[in-house]
């Protein structure tokens, strides 16, 4: 007989409710292993004996893990070899105690083989819209708190039926401990109800809400994160009052199709787009529009270049375009060309929170819904779509949330517990344990109460799920933002020190703590608005950082900003202050008429006019400046626009004279702004500017790399979600043979502060606190 080996195996990871003990068993079962499989606090613990030659093959098979686990670590020991045992007697064990550690693994869509049931007529989950199993459906969004077990997640009230109960028990099936497990019989239900919430009595929620699609309302869709408001996007009547009624004049919606199929002659994407859209995370992209996208579907993303698409993730959507499709057997209809094409956006108004209750949707989208589809599964945890685009052929978040919250982001080394409360706008939370940290879902902006109540709710969520007792507090410098104040009024509570750090810092430590960068670096932040280090507004810096530490090399010249915040919002301000700032007064005052008239006197007096470094209000200047966009309705709208005209001109030789650098380190853009107010038409000035100011940047990091022998550079700020800026820039870089990183685990805007700020946080040493 082969002498028998016998091994422990530690394995943490996402390896909890992803069907990874089943397949531990499957494994072991195949080789002729005894032993066990286990969850424990801090993921799985397995124990194995037989043949060497058997025990060999079973780890080396380990080691490719059903499609949504992911092992971080795997660790083995030798045991001494126990008593002989049948080949069979491999058990799943019940789970073990101690400290609660594991991960939690996001929601994910639908997998082939659930699609496979939920198309065939003759299976008992036949256009079921709640069927899952291990390898799909939701999960961070229906749990309350780990062990991710039936019992707390919100799947708890629904006993399981004996068929079932007999998947849910059986080690071979891929149900195998599916916690949101069910079917017809035993499961959650569709309801329709009306405009004011009373239900309707129909026979098929999916089809009475398909005819009231195409008939032109709006329909509240409960989801797996929160409600999406849904419409026909080829209704422009209907797209326009959706508008109308969630005032939301330009901001560009989401485009939800059948399939890539659908896509042709729409939109351009690459291999890397395509394969992020098919993703079981089935994020929003952001992809080139074609001219019949911008004429046919001019409403959804009106003045952009790119348009967000997504396709179904949850069975009820994909039940929406099989009925338009008229209910074809089987998958063979999923790779044609589809006709329905839904705007499906958040549900929420007026920049509050997502809906994501039943009674909450209706009393909150009174006056947006006509109606509501719905269900009696409850949402645990809000979480919107996440949104990502390609920059310089690698994918980035602009949003980070469903389909990749709360996975774990790999610090470079273990530190204490810090929970970081994020910035004014698109704020998310972070916490760390370890040398993990987990990244909330968007939350929102900051300027209403319900977002700041829902800012409460994610950090408490957040601790309870993580089971995390945070040691440090950390937030923005800015002490009057709604996350600062909570920042420090939940420090005190706890007696614990609470850590504001720059904004701009924070935008750095964000990059160097995804790519595990330890050493000093130089940073490259370029974004709207941060308070500044010396109380003024910043937003176009040039850093360098090593670890908690800090040091502002130089910056972009200031722009005045005549009106305060409101020269932000209405771009003409900035353009005016230019002309003024150049000299040019009759310009000014024939650009923009008599309003310009009292930007002078603003200007001459020093009358509510602070300066800034901010990149982005450079863009405003130059859009305004080029009659792009002199009022804007949305954040970013008018550097959106002239990004999008730059794309439409295509590439340009930079204006080498367009920029000075001082000594100082202060790059100034005038010269740039005078050229481009000179006639040049607006696409050819949009593409003048983005090539000349990323000319001008990787002097300026030139510059900043002789002065101190550094030649790694991370990009931070919400500029960089500027495809056309990064990828020029990091191009310019790159041929000079600079190491250059910018975000892609987390957002570079405000949407990845929360990160830089706990990595920053968890540097300070205890005499600095």
Known sequence: MAALQRHAIQIRGQVQGVGFRPFVYRLAVRHGLSGFVRNDGAGVTIEVQGPAQAVADFLSDLRQPPPLARIDTLLIDALPPGSTEPPCSFQIAATSGGATTADITPDTAICAACLSELFAPHDRRYRYPFLNCTDCGPRYTITAQLPYDRPNTSMAGFALCPACEREYRDPADRRFHAQPNACPVCGPRLQLLDAAGQPRNVDEVIAAALARLLAGE????????????????????????????????????????????????????????????????????????????????ADIAPGLAHLGVMLPYTPLQYLLFHEAAGRPAGTAWLGQPHPLRLVMTSANPGGEPLVMGDAEAVQRLQGIADGFVTHDRAILARCDDSVLALGADKPFFIRRARGYTPQAIRLPHAGPSVVALGGFLKNTVCLTRGD???????????????????????????????????????????????????????????????????????????????????????????????????????????????????????????????????????????????????????????????????????????????????????????????????ITAYEGQAAMELEALAHQHGPITPLTTGFLLSEAGVLDLFPLLDRLSQGIAAAAGAAYFHATLSLALSEWVHWAGEQSGIRQIALGGGCFLNRLLLTQLRAHLEQSGWQVFSAQQAPPNDGGLSLGQAWVASQISTAEE
């Open 218 to 297: 709006i329909l509240a869709i409960k989801g797996l994160g929160g409600f999406h408001l849904v419409c026909d996007a080829q209704n422009t009547a209907t797209v326009a009052r959706l508008r109308q009624r969630k005032q939301r004049d330009a901001k560009p919606f989401a485009l939800m199709v059948a399939n890539l199929a659908s896509l042709t002659g729409w939109v351009e994407s690459s291999a890397i787009e395509q394969q992020l859209l098919q993703s079981p995370q089935r994020p929003i992209v952001l992809l080139r529009q074609s001219a019949a996208s911008m004429q046919n579907l």
């Open 436 to 630: 993990r940290a987990y990244l909330s879902p968007h939350i929102g902006s900051l300027d209403n109460a319900e977002t700041c109540r829902a800012l409460e709710e994610a950090v408490a969520h957040l601790q309870d799920i993580l089971h995390i007792t945070p040691e440090r507090v950390a937030c923005d410098l800015h002490p009057d933002f709604p996350s600062s104040r909570l920042a420090a009024a939940y420090a005190a509570e706890r007696r614990l020190p609470c850590i504001a750090v720059q904004h701009h810092h924070a935008h750095i430590a964000a990059v160097m703590a995804e790519h595990g960068l330890q050493e000093p670096m130089l940073g490259l932040a370029l974004d709207g608005v941060g308070l500044g280090a010396d109380g003024g507004i910043w937003g176009g810096e040039l850093l360098q950082v090593d670890g908690a530490h800090c040091q502002r090399l130089g910056h972009l010249r200031p722009l005045p900003l005549p009106g305060g915040d409101r020269a932000a919002r209405e771009p003409w301000r900035l353009a005016a202050a230019a002309l003024h700032r150049l000299g040019r007064h009759d310009a000014m005052i024939q650009r923009f008429g008599p309003k310009a008239a009292l930007i002078r006197q603003m200007l001459e007096q020093g009358i509510n006019t602070p300066e800034t470094s901010s990149a982005g209000r450079w863009f405003d200047a130059t859009a305004a400046l080029l009659g792009v966009r002199e």
